[in-house]
């Protein structure tokens, strides 16, 4: 365990102990606020924990390659069960509000893991404006792209997804789509998928809603 997570679990474990005095003490207000710093600081450590797959693409993760690589917006597993055959052989990266051009963004900087006859999945609910980001999409993209991008603030936040994106962290935390949309396979017509693909083994399938 890193120094600094050891520190985080010191800062949780004095809180909770100062709460629990301080309600003894019948200072109810003080307690109170304590109490709710400590559960959104733990909160939004799930958020990230779910939302952020980069530490399972480390050199020393068990799996080398997947067979199937699922990125777009955060939807049902059964929008794409059809496609796979095994969900741990699918690496997943889903987020609520996610735009198609993120999408293409984490492809990019994702698609190393996926085998050279893996599929790659785009899930787009076409509710997202087209070149937006989120706290969600930074992650997966290296310095160089962020500052292309003119990313830098959005970076800045992407320690605390639960204070700056309050409504799909929750969506994250319960795994659930902020959309209820039908979605089908349809031919993408965008040409930088379509000229990445054609020098590429790797099959893609693209789902919209409708």
Known sequence: MSWFLKKKKIILIFLLCAAIILL??????LSLLIILAIGFLVLNKIVLRKSNKM???SAQRKIKKYKYLVIGDLCPYSVFKDYIDKQEDAFIILAPGRSFDASYQIMLHTMSILDEDGICIIIDSGRCPKRVYTVFDIPYLNFITRKELHLERLARRESCPLLYEPIK???ILLNISLHHNKYENMICNDERFIN???KRT???VYIKSY
Request: charged share 10%; aromatic share 34%; proline share 6%.
């Open 24 to 29: 003894f003490t019948r200072l109810w207000i």
């Open 55 to 57: 530490p399972l693409l």
């Open 169 to 171: 962290s929750f969506s």
């Open 196 to 198: 990445f693909f054609r």
């Open 202 to 204: 790797n099959q893609f």
